[in-house]
């Protein structure tokens, strides 16, 4: 099964839902975003990473958009005080977002975000885990975004904090994660009741997929959604079956 979707701005899109049959749905992506989805026989593997397409090869499908894929956005910690940390640029100086543990039974962890010196936003980032809480931090025509995994005992929580508000809590979103820059406008994933969708410049969408696995650590770590300038490539499961997905502004 493999998926091909170009859509203009609020324009009906195509799910395909068989190797023979296409059906319509109520899908509809913003912005002139192209959605490429391939269903697989299995789920993927990590270790290597594998998947098994039930059209074409796994290198084939990976040489269509190598280029655009390449270009990836790299997150580089540093360290203040010794404390984990993110930096953006920001009215000509730098936001920095700190990541604090603070002792007890269990330790509780926050994300500290000042500039010039100045404490400007913090915000809880629940119990450590072996995946870091700071997740992104961006700035973006007059606005910044910080990325937060949230730990408790039970599930880890992607929140998103846009000029100091909460988009999880705003928009009624169980989670959100995979906060990035693409072609320019601010894009991210979102979970609201059962399925997965995604925001681009405000716009919404559902996706209709049931997971899009996210803040998985070591080996399964190459799972991840891979964000690049123009595009973001990630795994997603509806029901039984599995794609790989490649969804960007694409030439």
Request: charge should be negative; glycine fraction near 8%; proline fraction near 8%.
């Amino acid at each position: 099964m493999h998926r091909h979707i170009r859509v203009p701005l609020a324009l009906l899109a195509v799910l395909t839902t068989s190797l023979v049959a296409c059906e319509p749905s109520h899908l509809r992506l913003p912005g002139n975003l192209v959605l490429e989805e391939h269903a697989l026989t299995e789920p993927p593997a990590s270790d290597p990473l594998s998947f098994h397409p039930l059209a074409g090869t796994q290198e084939g499908i990976l040489a269509q958009h190598a280029v655009e894929r390449s270009k990836v956005f790299p997150i580089t910690v540093s360290m203040v005080d010794e404390n984990p940390a993110l930096r953006a640029p920001w009215d000509g100086g730098e936001l920095v977002a700190v990541l604090l543990t603070a002792a007890g039974d269990p330790p509780q962890q926050s994300v500290q975000m000042s500039t010039d010196g100045r404490v400007v936003f913090t915000a809880p980032a629940g119990l450590p885990s072996p995946v870091l809480p700071l997740r992104g931090l961006w700035t973006y025509d007059g606005h910044w975004a910080l990325e937060i995994l949230f730990a408790t005992p039970d599930v880890w929580t992607g929140q998103i904090f846009v000029d100091g508000e909460l988009v999880n809590q705003g928009r009624e979103y169980d989670e959100a994660f995979g906060f990035q820059m693409l072609s320019g406008k601010p894009f991210f994933f979102y979970r609201r009741g059962e399925h997965v969708g995604l925001s681009y410049d405000g716009q919404e969408a559902d996706l209709e997929y049931d997971n899009i696995p996210h803040y998985l650590c070591c080996s399964e770590g190459v799972l991840n959604p891979t964000q690049a300038e123009n595009m973001v490539a990630f795994f997603a499961q509806h029901g039984d079956t599995w794609y790989y997905v490649e969804l960007g502004i694409f030439d």
